[in-house]
């Protein structure tokens, strides 16, 4: 045999087995490839609806055990909503109870961009594959989830004012509207969020800024890698309103260790961020992308070492992209994460 025509029959050979190979392997009564799926039977019915524990609920101390038992071993999925914020929680899996599935434990997590809030009442419903059955519950979360145990939460904006935001600060003659909004809607987490909103009457693209000092303990969570380190943002943007507005944000390092940051003799790593879009969206930078400062008296005079454990404040600013123009924007929920960027999901 010709050896190119006798390599071809050889490829062709492999090629079936590893499709039998493939079809013996799914079809085997001992395992899957991939996740299984069962469809409810003629008959199925739920034995025990489902029932949700503790109500009301803490999301600062405590999860929730969601349960409930169905005639046959079933696949079937939970969804959890909020009545008043429109957040969503899924979960899916195999079971005949959802005790046994090990899925069943909801931590006060969230997918997609909202946050479940603190009073409101929350429909958790169960459905199951191939049937039109549901069977539901409700809970009330007296206390939303903080998100404090995976990353230095730099502000919630649920209290009265900004603090422990320092400002927000402005050139001389700049035209500012900044604060605490509890009207954006719909809102990303809690009532309110920080909308940064002014005119740069001097055209000096700067027009107001607000600044986070760090607790130690919060800064003896950072790591010295500044791959590791991310600023994750939640940033709501006005479109073709206000074009040309941009959110710069920078972490303020103490390169001496002695308590303080000097802007004049330490840096500043900075990332700006155009903010074009419509709506709530989330941004996660990695503290390695950051750039020292352009400016030799705020930030730009230090040794040039991405020291993100010597971090001490924290600060976001609203720029022009257009000198002279009007820009406005909104942010909420900023947290630094260690390792990953922040998935609420989890």
């Known amino acids: ?66 349960d409930a038992t169905f005639s046959h071993t079933v696949s079937w999925a939970i969804t959890i909503r909020g009545v008043q914020s429109g957040a969503i929680k899924k979960m899916s899996g195999l079971s005949q109870t959802l005790a046994a599935s090990g899925k069943n434990i909801w931590n006060g997590s969230h997918d997609g961009l909202y946050f479940f809030k603190s009073g409101e009442q929350a429909i958790i ?110 940033v709501y943007g006005y479109g073709s309103q206000y074009p040309t507005a941009r959110l710069n944000f920078s972490f303020a390092e103490d390169d001496n260790g002695n308590g303080a940051h000097q802007p004049a003799s330490e840096d500043s790593y900075d990332f700006t961020i155009n903010v074009t879009h419509t709506g709530w969206k989330l941004f996660s930078i990695k503290y390695s992308e950051m750039a020292v400062s352009t400016a030799p008296l705020f930030g730009g005079s230090g040794n040039k070492i991405k020291e993100p454990n010597r971090v001490k404040e924290v600060s976001f600013a609203l720029i022009d992209g257009g000198p002279g123009n009007e820009a406005k924007l909104s942010f909420d929920f900023p947290i630094v994460t260690f390792g990953a960027p922040f998935d609420p999901s989890k």
């Open 1 to 66: 045999m010709v050896p190119a025509k006798k390599n071809l029959v050889i490829k062709i050979l492999i090629g079936i087995l590893s499709i039998v190979a493939v079809f013996t392997a799914c079809n085997r009564k001992d395992g899957f490839i991939g996740e299984e799926y069962k469809v409810a039977p003629e008959g199925f019915y739920v034995v025990s609806a489902v029932t949700a524990s503790p109500d009301p609920v803490d999301f600062t101390t405590q999860t929730v055990t969601i």
């Open 125 to 234: 419903e169960v459905s199951f594959l191939g049937t039109s059955i549901t069977t539901s519950d409700t809970i009330t979360i007296t206390t939303a989830r903080n998100f404090s145990n995976v990353g230095v939460v730099i502000g919630a904006f649920e209290g009265a004012s900004l603090a422990p935001f320092g400002g927000p600060y402005s050139d001389a003659g700049e035209s500012i509207f900044g604060g605490l909004d509890n009207t954006i809607a719909p809102n990303l987490q809690g009532n309110k969020a920080v909308t940064f909103h002014g005119v740069d009457n001097n055209s000096s693209y700067y027009i107001m800024s607000s600044n986070r000092v760090l607790t130690p303990a919060e800064i003896a969570q950072f790591p010295s890698d500044p791959d590791s380190v991310y600023l994750n943002v939640y």
